[in-house]
């Protein structure tokens, strides 16, 4: 009898442990998630990075709209001169023309392509930079990862991060700066 007893309570015993051992698997980790394209349009360091990004664009827009009049004007020019010249030698310069637009224009989608690899360079790394923020509030909040919001379906508000992200950002010292001059990695 004595051993019927001690089996029906260490029977008794395990499940209580089993299922203390469950409640504690089902307690999920925090999964965190951040907007990281929210950091970078509402932080300093992040404004700075697109203010620079803006203004790389105006100035390549400047120097095609530059080039485009200039373009324009050799063109009226040239068909000004047109009826001055005898056929052969219009259109010897009319290919001339031609053939320094189609650079030109060349020139200037290599140099747009360039740019937006630089500006997607560069809006890359300062996401990227945002990585030790992250692992600061993961840690202090003992969380499991950080997921950006943008490929979230649905989460309670209290997961996001993107706030707080901007706001220990703003108050670094270090938080990433830009240099126009240091082009983007």
């Not at 203010?51 to 373009?71: G, I, K, P, T, Y």
């Not at 890359?124 to 499991?144: C, S, V």
């Not at 950080?146 to 220990?168: F, G, H, K, P, Y």
Request: glycine content about 4%; aromatic content about 4%.
């Amino acid at each position: 009898m004595r051993l019927h007893a001690l089996i029906l309570a260490l029977f008794l015993a395990l499940p209580v442990g089993g299922v203390a051992a469950q409640e504690q698997l089902r307690i999920p980790p925090q999964i965190l998630v951040v907007d990281p394209r929210a950091v970078l349009e509402q932080s300093e360091a992040g404004r700075e990075v697109l203010a620079l990004n803006h203004a790389q664009r105006v100035a390549l827009q400047a120097e095609a709209d530059a080039v485009s009049e200039q373009f324009e004007k050799d063109e009226l020019e040239l068909a000004a001169r047109r009826p001055l010249l005898t056929r052969e030698a219009f259109a010897e310069l009319a290919e001339d023309f031609d053939r320094r637009v189609r650079a030109a224009r060349s020139e200037q989608d290599a140099k747009a392509e360039d740019l937006i690899e630089e500006i997607e360079a560069r809006e890359r790394a300062f996401i990227e930079g945002l990585n030790p923020i992250y692992a600061e509030i993961l840690n202090e909040i003992g969380g499991a990862a950080v997921i950006d919001l943008r490929s979230v379906i649905l989460a309670d508000a209290r997961l996001n991060i993107t706030q707080e992200v901007i706001r220990r950002l703003d108050s670094r010292s270090d938080s990433p700066s830009v240099d126009p001059e240091q082009p983007a990695e």
